[in-house]
């Protein structure tokens, strides 16, 4: 069974690398014996270009490395949020997951 990580408890508008980089600590730990994490962006609205990146596509490519033993899928993320995930993981040559 994956791990579910809800954005929206930390608010409707996610930004800035430092908090990115906190809640990727915080995902890491607490899902370090799963094999599968969804990143569940329902509800969030908006998410800034440097927190896509720190968050999502960081720890994508952890998990492309080596680093980290999960793998990572992003759910229920709005257009815009979606983009911008796409965007950070485009430049950082990284992919996700896809659920099907």
Known sequence: MP???ALAQHGTTLATRPFAERLR????EEAADCQLVELDFADVLSTSH???DEFVAQMAEESRDGAIAFKIAVTNA???VGARIAKALELRSVRLVELA
């Open 3 to 5: 791990y579910s990580y």
């Open 25 to 28: 600590a915080e995902v890491i």
């Open 50 to 52: 440097s927190f896509a």
């Open 78 to 80: 709005a257009p815009t």
